[in-house]
């Protein structure tokens, strides 16, 4: 009988598949990224080490030695908390990730994660992210997301344009997107004043693009300001998905309309923008198994390494960049993630 | 014209968002001789698919769907004033909506937008939908299909609750459950009893029309 | 990378700070402490670095002897020749030079 691997589905279930699956499924994930993103396929050699690294022995897989990359967080110092249920503050949240977890970085986070919500509490999160920034030596960030979506009606001042769109008002639709980009930008440069005056190091603009291209376009107006206006503060940009949902499609920046842009694009204009790093993204496919998922992503991302010149740091959270979409994440195939994601995809950090 | 080249004329004024040209096609299968359901489903709704397709590649985006929505339901309007209704079975009712807790409601946006472009009628009741709130709805519009979205593993709870509140009302067979969002997954829609998961919204579409065939 | 137990709290900073890629990272920060590669992320030799340096540890007992929080960061951008934000803004408050 013909020798299977463990390997898991994109929502973490358990799978087995031949040598001859797992290389059609690789081929087949590569070939859907080529063609989504126009990008250039993986050579003989990366897909072979794609196939051993999904195939190797262990539940455990660790990268070369000298291979070893740093890491970012996205409402890291939150999660103790919120996904663990221990109630533990924030600043010491962030000391058990530099003390216990040997994290890089974290960033301070409100677990209500967006800058619409934070604004009215700015100070007060400032305070938090002062006291923690006393007792750590790593890096941290403030993190939260642009999320446009919470500035149109009821909880914002702007029309929802999910519901012009289908009754046809395009025009209006646009209008309150357009509208949105200024009411989150000035949300958004507005904290991240507040953060630089207690001496954050990094700012975190999480998921961006999550509310479509508007939500993008945001990100990267307040990376603009904030790297003019506060240049002490250095930010990081990830993105939302693997391209840049068109809920507008005629918003530019740079002269580039941003709508359908893929990570290797996506890059280009977080470094117009000044930002210090970039967070890519890859979405799982719940449906389709992890080498298929793995393939697609390292083609994209090495799509994005190639050309970024500044850090890529890829998200490696829950159902993004080949890692499942479940709560708990079985280490098996995430560090077969981490590894394929640093050794072929090149990426900077995690 | 040929019937290839009306269905194909047809397809392009769609995906090309432009009524002129659907018009044209209408002209042109009438004196052809080409059945105008044909021309529906083989012409008009065949561009509506590439379209879907496009969206969900990023090539093309929501306020170009819509413009070519527009020119489908011109289409469509035409076509329906020239047959007798009776022959077109109905398309159903869709009920959607993104679970109480949750205000993620673009996804669930474009997945109504585009169900809607498929002739079928939609019942958007919008965000933090409480699950009894769909049962209403689908009692109400006597609807075929219910359609939850949650983006949060701590809200898709809810999408549990509604096909109990089905199971309760004796509701389970009149009506088809189709489920989504980020980390909803094939094997969530088995535990909990619902009739299938929906990556994105072409997915959506093609389990609603395929379910109208079968009626 | 380890944070404070290795280098990578180092090497995260110069990503921040001179957008510098992972392999220039590590460089830049190994040169300025004068270890290897190898040594910038073995967590023995670093430990031992750290404490000699007053540069922060993951374990700082005892913990009248270890450099650890802002302490440690003043020392972290003598060291790697950078600005750190809250340094800069904790010496401003201070009245320090």
């Known amino acids: ?77 939150d999660k103790i908390s919120t996904k663990c249920g221990i109630p533990v503050t924030r600043d010491v949240n962030a000391m058990i990730h530099e003390r216990v977890l040997g994290a890089d970085s974290v960033d301070i986070g409100n677990s209500d994660y967006n800058y619409k919500t934070v604004k009215g509490i700015a100070k007060r999160e400032a305070t938090i992210l002062k006291q923690a920034l006393r007792n750590t030596t790593m890096p941290l960030f403030y993190g939260a997301m642009p999320n446009l979506g919470f500035y149109t009606k009821p909880d914002g001042p702007v029309e929802n344009w999910a519901v012009l769109l289908p009754e046809g008002r395009i025009k209006e639709a646009l209008q309150a997107q357009e509208d949105a980009v200024v009411h989150a930008v000035n949300d958004i440069t507005y904290v991240a004043k507040q953060m630089a005056d207690v001496g954050a190091d990094g700012f975190q603009l999480d998921t961006s693009g999550a509310a479509g291209d508007a939500d993008f376009l945001a990100a990267l107006l307040a990376c603009e300001k904030i790297t003019k206006n506060n240049p002490e503060l250095k930010v990081e940009i990830g993105a939302a998905g693997e391209f840049v949902l068109g809920m507008h499609g005629k918003l530019k920046y740079d002269d580039q309309i941003i709508a359908g842009l893929y990570p290797h694009k996506q890059v280009k204009l977080v470094e117009k923008a000044g930002a210090s790093i970039f967070g890519a993204v890859v979405n799982t496919n719940c449906n389709m198994s992890f080498p298929w998922n793995i393939a697609r992503v390292i083609t994209f991302i090495k799509a994005c390494t190639d050309v970024a010149q500044i850090p890529v740091h890829a998200n490696a959270g829950m159902g993004v960049n080949g890692i499942p979409m479940c709560e708990n994440l079985p280490s098996d195939v995430s560090s077969r993630a981490d590894k394929a994601l640093i050794e072929i995809g090149k990426v900077d950090g995690l | 014209m040929s019937k290839e080249k009306v269905l194909e004329t047809a397809k392009t004024a769609i995906i090309e968002a432009d009524e002129d040209m659907a018009m044209e096609a209408l002209h042109a299968a009438e004196a052809e001789g080409v059945e105008l359901f044909e021309l529906l489903s083989d012409g008009y709704s065949a561009g509506m698919k590439v379209l879907g397709d496009q969206f969900g590649m990023g090539e093309i985006f929501l306020p170009e769907l819509i413009f070519a929505t527009e020119v489908m339901k011109m289409a469509t309007a035409e076509i329906e004033s020239r047959l007798d209704m009776s022959e077109i079975k109905a398309k159903g009712t869709l009920v959607i909506g993104t679970v109480e807790g949750d205000v993620h409601d673009i996804g669930k946006g474009i997945v109504a937008s585009l169900v809607k472009t498929n002739g079928v009628d939609v019942i958007d009741l919008g965000r933090e939908v409480p699950a009894q709130n769909f049962i209403d709805a689908v009692k109400e519009h006597k609807a075929e299909f219910l359609g939850s979205s949650a983006l949060l593993t701590t809200t898709m709870t809810v999408q549990k609750e509604i096909e109990q509140l089905l199971e309760d009302e004796g509701m389970k067979d009149s009506v088809q459950t189709m489920i989504g969002g980020a980390p909803v997954t094939q094997r969530w829609a088995d535990r909990i009893g619902a009739d299938k998961y929906c990556e994105d919204a072409s997915d959506t579409v093609n389990f609603i029309m395929d379910w109208i065939e079968k009626l | 990378m380890g944070g404070a137990r290795t280098a990578g709290d180092m090497v995260m900073r110069l990503q ?13 920060v190994a040169e300025k402490l004068g270890v290897t590669l190898e040594e910038l992320v073995d967590v023995v030799t670093m430990s031992e670095l750290r404490e000699d340096l007053g540069i922060g540890l993951a374990h700082v007992e005892p913990c009248a002897e270890a450099n650890m929080g802002m302490e440690a960061k003043f020392k972290i951008a003598e060291i790697l020749d950078i600005k750190i934000n809250s340094v800069e803004k904790f010496k401003k408050r201070a009245g320090i030079k």
């Open chain 3, 16 to 28: 921040l700070d001179k957008k510098m890629k992972i392999n220039e990272a590590k460089a830049y």
């Open chain 1, 1 to 77: 009988m013909e020798k299977k691997y463990f390997t898991r589905m994109g929502d973490g279930s358990m799978v087995y598949m031949t040598e001859e699956e797992i290389k059609a499924d690789i081929q087949l994930g590569m070939e859907d990224a080529i063609l989504r993103g126009k990008v250039d396929p993986l050579t003989e050699e990366e897909t072979q080490k794609l196939y051993d690294i999904v195939t190797m022995s262990g539940i455990i897989v660790g990268v070369e030695p000298g291979m070893q990359v740093v890491s970012s967080n996205d409402s890291g110092s």
